[in-house]
């Protein structure tokens, strides 16, 4: 998160959202090796991540991974770049951001 928190404010949007996930996804993977004791899943999908450990998210954190999930797509992958940037504006992400970090924090409580 503290990539993602860097690059926002060199106003690297898509980048900090990219990080974001990143960390999320991680952090669920952390969780995963902690709850089975074996290597998790390669895959980049939070919602997978969530549902091949078996925890069911409050329900605000579970809408943010969804949310997140689905923003990280057209940031890793823009098909027009231009489009995407105009969405992804500092103060949308720095929502993102938010969120992010009150999930990882959710998940560090869990463990």
């Known amino acids: 998160m ?3 928190d860097y690059v926002h404010k060199g ?3 898509l980048h900090a959202v990219f990080m ?14 902690e709850k089975r004791r074996e290597f998790p ?7 997978f991540l969530v549902k091949e450990i078996g925890i069911m998210p ?3 954190h579970g809408r943010f991974i969804i949310r997140l999930s689905e923003a990280s797509i057209p940031t890793r992958y823009p098909e ?3 489009k995407v940037e105009r969405e992804f504006t500092g103060e949308i992400v720095a929502g993102i951001l938010a969120g992010g970090r009150e999930v ?4 560090r409580k869990q463990l």
């Not at 990882?104 to 998940?107: A, D, G, H, Y």
Request: proline share 5%; hydrophobic share 45%.
């Open 80 to 82: 027009d770049l231009a």
């Open 11 to 13: 106003g690297r949007h």
């Open 20 to 33: 974001c996930h990143l960390a999320v996804e991680k952090a669920l993977k952390g969780w995963y090796w």
């Open 41 to 47: 899943p390669k895959s980049h999908s939070l919602v």
């Open 2 to 4: 503290d990539t993602a």
């Open 58 to 60: 409050p329900e605000a």
């Open 104 to 107: 990882i924090e959710w998940i």
